[in-house]
């Protein structure tokens, strides 16, 4: 299993960036994926999932409204984009999923969100 996160960087307050993890080693369209962020000096925290299909997503209160998670099942790819991001927002974001039963994660693309 692999997942390489990718779409990282420094935005300014406000601005957007799109996040993309590519997904290989397992039956992509069949789990759930999800995204974490973990700031310094902070435990890992979820910020969104979608379901195998991409019916259903769910967000942290924090983000909801600002981001969007999706998927496209024939790139292997799911994506997190997102608006109107706030200095808190700062973060290294993985992706992760489950096959198997066992956790997955990607090693993470570091956001900043600074002036």
């Known amino acids: 299993v692999q997942l390489v996160e990718s779409g990282g960087g420094l935005v300014q307050p406000g601005g957007s960036l799109r996040l993309s993890c590519a997904a290989s080693?397992?039956?992509?369209?069949?789990?759930?994926m999800r995204w974490y962020r973990q700031a310094p000096g902070k435990e890992r925290e979820l910020v969104a999932s979608?379901?195998?299909?991409?019916?259903?997503?769910t967000y942290a209160d924090s983000v909801k409204g600002r981001f969007t998670i999706s998927r496209d099942n024939a790139k292997n790819t799911v994506y997190l984009q997102m608006n109107s991001l706030k200095p808190e927002d700062t973060a290294v974001y993985y992706c992760s999923a489950k096959p198997g039963g066992r956790d997955y994660w990607g090693q993470g693309t570091q956001v900043t969100v600074s002036s």
């Open positions: 979608i379901s195998s299909a991409g019916g259903t997503t």
């Open positions: 080693g397992f039956t992509f369209s069949s789990y759930f």
